[in-house]
Each structure stands twice: as C-alpha cells, then as structure tokens.
C-alpha cells in the first residue's frame, strides 16, 4: 500500500532521493536548507510503497506580503512514464496547494518534451488544470554530456577545435587545480564581472558565499580554477548529486583569453564529475530554439563541441486555486521587478559601487 509521508531528517530525504531514478541537486536537503535562509520554508513529500520510494517532492514556500508561494525546484521527481503515479502525485500536490492557502505551485521537472512521457506529462497537467508557467526560473533546456564512456572516448568525440584548444592550453602552461574555500569571494569577483561584462544579472556576494560554501561542506561541490603562473584566468564551481553532475557556475577574466582556459577547465570538471562517480554531466541551460538568433546560441555551440546533447524539457506548470488572483499577479510583477531592479542600480550607482560589479 502506498503511503505519502513529510521527512523530516535530512539525511533521510537525501537517501530517499538516491533510491530514485536520476534525482536533482535542487530536490536535495542541502538546496533546502540553503533556501531557508532565504525566505523560503521547505516541506518534504515522499511517496513510498513497502518501504521503497516512488516519488518525491521538496515544496518551497515564501510568504510574500498576504500571498503564499510554493515551488518545487526539478520536481516533482516521479517516473513520468507512469502515468497513473503522476496522476496520483499530481493530485495531492493540488490538495496540498489548496489546504496550505499557495497563490501558485510551480513545478519545473527535468522531463523531455520530445518524448512520449513528456507528451503525456503535459496532457496530464493540463488534464489536471496546471498552466504553462509564464515565469521560467531555472533554464528550460539544458546540455548533456553522457559520462559513462572512457575518458578516451569522450575526448575522441569532441569536435577536433576542441581537443586542440584543450591541448594547446596544457601547452601554454594553463593549468587547473581545486580552489579552496578562502578563495570563493576572489571567485564571486570574477563571476559578477563575467556578469557585467556579459550583460547578465547575478544576485549579491553574499548568496553566493553562502550557496558554495554550504555545498562544499556538505561534499557537493567542487570548485575549480584555471590559472597560468598562479593568475586565475576562469573558474567553475561544480555540482553533484549522486550520478549527475551540474555545471551551474562558471566565470571568466577577459584577459589571456587567447590560452583557451575554458576549454582546459570543463575538460577537468568532465574528468571530476566522472572520478566522483557521475555518468551524465549537465551543462546547465541551453537556448529555447535552436536558432542562431537565441541569445544563448553561442553558449550552445561552446557545450556542443565537447560532445553534449541538446535536451529540451517541458518547462515550468503552475497550478492556483485562486485563478482571478494569479491573473492579477502575473499582470503587475514584471512592473514590480522592473521597479525593483531600477532601485536596486539607483543604490548601486549612489554608492559608487558600479565598478566593483
């Protein structure tokens, strides 16, 4: 008999999460609890069956003002191919949004939309009366590298240009080591001024320093720096949880440019991730199109040449019992976040600060 039961201990979630099928960093206790300090409470639902896991769901919930805001970041993990599971896990996620007064439940799972779990997931979400979410907060795409070849294969099935940026770096004395925890505020420099100089935005220092540091401590991050006679030329922090691996952070210095440090360093993160045990490497976020027009075209054919595949996902659903409230909503936040961001940069400017980002 199935039973859907609230776990409390961390180290309980984690396990429950292994025992499923390519469970996601963002489901983890240790995304959880980073979240909690900012604004966010997590609750977490495991489906279970004699004692063997099937589904779960980590929810986060932020009050804002007089509203209520639930979001399962890739989640729920479920096997979408099973349709009367999801049903099932669909369903109590409805009433759970109900009882708990949420505005919206978002859902973003990692379920490919060129499949026929992912065509059936999303009929059965729109089935169930969830909405295709008009705010994306993590990518919608990704690109994926499958690490269970050898490093020689792996190596042999990147783009020629590739291999020989990767080897013209090691030739050019550009070298890649672990950095230490001291050095993370010297790497958050080079990733707001990556940022800066990309025309994208990053949140503040201190999330990051706290995001790092506590996915360091729980063994789940590994950062890594690329550097020529001691100058740090480009930088990644690397991500994992059981068998996959996660390129989320990634930063470079507009300087020496020209020794293809990039290269050198996601072939170290490649060898990494797969010496820690993972055998799919996701380059995290990947252009909505493939069309040479997409700002993130350039992105895409960088993860490309070292071999990663191009996975389109289903993207986010949202579901609200108060559809008149959540109509209201989405018409006046993107006036509340433009507001907010010409605030933000007014301070920034007022301070003086704008160089150092």
Request: net charge positive; with cysteine; proline share 6%.
């Amino acid at each position: 008999m199935r039973s859907l039961d609230i776990i409390e201990s961390p180290e309980d979630w984690d396990a429950s999460l292994l025992a499923l099928p390519d469970p996601h960093v963002l489901q983890s206790s240790t995304w959880g609890a980073l979240k909690s300090k900012q604004g966010w409470h997590p609750t977490r639902l495991l489906w279970s069956e004699a004692g063997r896991p099937l589904a779960a769901a980590q929810i986060l919930i932020q009050q804002r003002g007089r509203l209520r805001l639930g979001y399962i970041a890739k989640g729920p993990l479920v096997d979408w191919a099973n349709l009367p599971l999801v049903d099932e896990v669909l369903s109590r996620l409805e009433i759970y949004a109900r009882d708990h007064g949420l505005l919206l439940l978002k859902i973003d799972p990692d379920v490919r939309r060129d499949t026929m779990p992912g065509l059936a997931g999303v009929s059965l979400l729109r089935w169930h009366g969830w909405r295709e979410s008009r705010e994306q907060i993590q990518f919608c795409n990704t690109m994926v590298l499958d690490l269970r070849p050898s490093l020689d294969t792996l190596m042999e099935q990147m783009k020629s240009k590739w291999r020989y940026n990767i080897r013209l770096a090691v030739r050019r004395g550009v070298t890649v080591r672990e950095a230490q925890e001291s050095e993370l505020p010297a790497l958050y420099d080079m990733y707001a001024k990556t940022a800066d100089r990309g025309n994208f935005t990053v949140r503040e220092k201190p999330y990051y320093m706290v995001a790092w540091r506590q996915f360091m401590q729980a063994n789940l991050a590994v950062p890594l720096v690329a550097e020529i006679e001691g100058e740090p030329l480009a930088m990644v922090v690397l991500l994992h949880f059981g068998e996959r691996a996660w390129y989320m952070y990634g930063a470079s210095r507009a300087r020496h440019r020209q020794l293809m440090p990039n290269h050198l360093l996601q072939w170290e993160a490649i060898r990494r991730a797969k010496a820690l045990g993972c055998t799919t490497y996701d380059l995290w976020g990947a252009p909505d199109m493939l069309d040479e027009r997409d700002p993130l075209w350039g992105v895409y054919r960088f993860k490309q040449g070292f071999g990663a595949a191009f996975v389109p996902h289903i993207g986010a659903y949202d579901y609200t019992p108060k559809l008149w409230l959540y109509r209201i909503y989405h018409f006046l936040r993107p006036r509340a976040v433009m507001l907010a961001h010409r605030r933000y940069w007014a301070e920034v400017e007022a301070a003086g600060e704008h160089d150092a980002l």
